[in-house]
């Protein structure tokens, strides 16, 4: 049982990735036949598909009655794409941003973190609130375009990113095929995929939200991985960074914001993930702020930090899904020892760095 669920998962996973490239090859080819600029192609079509693995799990877990799975999926996703793959990717390279228009989403980022975690603390995200989210989406894609009307040449082709060429998707039935087909793939994939999330997690005696905010959260997340750390590898640190937070926004503001419209009693949100995860996510989006104080790069040592503390929370999770005695004391050690050690080692850090950039005096 255990191996037929695990092989409809990476069934699920392939279907969900194969899914979006579809549908942002269909999509981005139409939009160009149709006369709408690479640039806005790239801020919209090819940003949503990145979401479209998680969005099409949420949705489908809301629908089949485990919200758990829903909401962990976008928790644990966000907390992925920050701890893991931008520490990953400041690893590779130093990441310094120089876009002004990447460093405006990472404010726009952590206010979408701290109006869904406001929206939560109730207990419950309903249809109101998801309504409120998918505005927000709105009003930010809005922005994006009107930023992007008057983004230096240089900029525009770092926003726009890998936008997929084909050579044979040239016929207006073809790429409205390739939509259609993801589309299909995408419904099909999320189904699988929380089908057997769903009976593994109940199968070990884990909670539906566990299960969303490691395996789905990480195996949604893997095309951003990929994109994040070839951009990294290829010095394109705008790109790398940019495909995290726009992956964090459009999360909250599509996925939850449509999650929330659709799931038939909302999205109830639970005790831990109101006291825990949901904090931890708004830790993470608050971690970006040193890409924004004075065009301040993040360093291979902070890199480290921030999987170091991917790591320390996935061994939390494990701990707590074991109902293990050790849990409470692994929590005080972090917040008692490692977080206060982390506060003193990036002040140093950042009083070092901004000595080396003061020119002595004459």
Not at 77 to 93: H, M, Q, R, Y
Not at 148 to 160: C, D, G, K
Not at 212 to 223: F, I, K, N
Not at 344 to 352: A, E, G, H, N
Request: glycine share 10%; aromatic share 6%; with cysteine.
């Amino acid at each position: 049982m255990l191996i037929n669920n695990a092989l409809f998962f990476t069934l699920g996973l392939a279907a969900l990735i194969a899914g979006a490239e579809l549908l942002v090859r269909g999509a981005s080819k139409l939009a160009i036949s149709a006369g709408i600029s690479p640039l806005l192609i790239g801020l919209t079509i090819v940003a949503f598909g990145a979401s479209a693995p998680t969005l099409a799990v949420s949705v489908g877990a809301a629908l089949c009655d485990a919200p758990g799975i829903a909401l962990g999926n976008v928790i644990g996703g966000n907390i992925f794409n920050v701890l893991l793959i931008l520490g990953l990717s400041a690893l590779i390279v130093p990441l310094a941003v120089q876009n002004q228009i990447i460093r405006q989403k990472i404010p726009i980022m952590i206010g979408a973190s701290l109006l869904l975690l406001a929206f939560a603390l109730d207990g419950y995200i309903d249809r109101f609130e998801g309504l409120v989210l998918f505005a927000t989406l709105i009003a930010y894609t809005l922005f994006l375009v009107r930023q992007s009307s008057v983004a230096t040449q240089a900029e525009q082709a770092e926003l726009i990113g890998d936008i997929p060429e084909t050579t044979w998707a040239r016929g207006k039935y073809i790429q409205i095929a390739m939509m259609a087909g993801g589309f299909a793939l995408l419904a099909l994939g999320a189904y699988w995929l929380v089908d057997a999330a769903v009976e593994v997690a109940r199968s070990l005696g884990v909670s539906d939200l566990t299960i969303g905010l490691t395996v789905v959260a990480a195996g949604t997340s893997l095309p951003g991985l990929a994109t994040s750390l070839v951009a990294a590898l290829r010095g394109e640190r705008d790109i790398a960074v940019g495909n995290i937070i726009g992956s964090n926004i459009f999360n909250i503001c599509a996925v939850l914001g449509i999650t929330g419209i659709v799931a038939p009693n909302g999205i109830p949100v639970s005790e831990i993930a109101r006291s825990i995860d949901l904090w931890i996510m708004a830790a993470a989006a608050l971690a970006c702020l040193p890409v924004i104080i004075n065009g301040r790069e993040i360093s291979h040592g902070e890199g480290g930090l921030l999987l170091a503390y991917y790591a320390a929370y996935i061994i939390w999770l494990i701990l707590v899904a074991q109902q293990s005695a050790h849990a409470h004391a692994f929590a005080n050690i972090i917040l008692g020892y490692a977080l206060p050690a982390t506060i003193i080692f990036l002040v140093f850090d950042i009083s070092r760095r901004d000595t080396k950039k003061t020119p002595p005096e004459p």
